[in-house]
C-alpha cells in the first residue's frame, strides 16, 4: 500500500511542477474537453485524464494566488490546489455538473479553504503494539505484524513505522465504502488483495467504477499526508 501511496505522490509532484513552472498547456477547446469528459468512461481513461489534468492546472495557480496572505506558503496552496484538481478530475460527472471548469474551481477552492482551516498538526501517537483490529479469521492486528523485519536497516525501518502508522490515521478519513474498496484492493486488515476486476465482480459494480473510487480514496489519503506533513 505504501509503493501506491508513494506512486501517487509522484504524480502529485509532477503536475505541481506543471504549475510551479508556470509552463501551462493551453486550455482546452470545448471539443477537446468533452472527447476526454467522455474518454474518463474507457479504457484510455487514464490518457484523458492526465490531458484534464495538465490543462486545467492554470486555475490551480490562479486559485492559489488569491489567499497568498493566508499566512500558508504559495507552494503547499499549490500542492493542495492540485489535489483538489485531481480529485475533481475523478469525481467529475457530466450528468451533475454541466461546467466543468466551474466544477473545478469550486473543488480547488474548497480543497485549499478545508487546508487553511485546518493547517494543524494533529496527528495522534501510535505505537507498534496499537492493535489495528481483527483479521479475518478473528486474530489481532497489531502494527508490529505489517512491518517486514528481515535485515532492514534501523532508520528505514522507523521511518516506514512512521509511514503506517500515520497511513492508518488517515484511513479514518475515509468513508465507509472508500474504506472498503482500498481494503480489498490493497489487502488491508487481514484482507486478500483483489483486482479491479475482481472487486467490481464481488460488489456487482463496473472495473471503471472501482479505479475511480480508488483514486478518490487516495486522493483524500494523499491531501491527509500532506495536511499533517506541515
Known amino acids: 500500500m505504501l509503493n501506491f501511496i508513494i506512486d501517487m505522490l509522484k504524480e502529485l509532484s509532477f503536475f505541481v511542477g506543471y504549475v510551479k513552472s508556470s509552463n501551462f498547456k493551453e486550455i482546452l477547446s470545448k471539443e477537446q474537453e468533452e472527447k476526454y469528459i467522455k474518454m474518463l468512461k474507457t479504457s484510455d481513461n487514464d490518457f484523458a485524464r492526465e490531458q484534464l489534468i495538465t490543462h486545467n492546472l492554470r486555475l490551480v495557480a490562479h486559485i492559489a494566488k488569491k489567499y497568498d496572505n493566508c499566512g500558508i506558503l504559495n507552494d503547499d496552496l499549490i500542492s493542495v490546489g492540485t489535489i483538489g484538481l485531481i480529485k475533481a478530475i475523478d469525481s467529475f460527472s457530466i450528468e451533475k455538473s454541466k461546467k466543468l471548469s466551474s466544477y473545478l474551481s469550486r473543488c480547488i477552492e474548497n480543497e485549499i479553504l478545508m487546508y487553511i482551516r485546518s493547517n494543524k498538526n494533529n496527528m ?33 525501518k522507523v521511518d516506514k513505522d512512521n509511514q503506517i502508522k500515520k497511513l492508518f490515521v488517515h484511513l479514518k478519513k475515509l468513508d465507509d465504502f472508500e474504506l472498503k ?49 506541515n
Open 181 to 229: 474498496i482500498l481494503s480489498l484492493r490493497y489487502g488491508l486488515y487481514g484482507k486478500k488483495e483483489h483486482t479491479q476486476k475482481e472487486i467490481g465482480k464481488l460488489l456487482n459494480i463496473s472495473r471503471s467504477y472501482v479505479s475511480r473510487i480508488e483514486k478518490k480514496a487516495l486522493s483524500k489519503l494523499l491531501f491527509e499526508f500532506l495536511k499533517n506533513e
Open 124 to 156: 495522534n501517537t501510535i505505537f507498534l503494539y496499537d492493535s489495528l483490529g481483527e483479521d479475518e479469521d478473528g486474530q489481532e492486528i497489531r502494527y508490529e505484524d505489517i512491518i517486514a523485519s528481515d535485515n532492514i536497516d534501523i532508520n528505514e
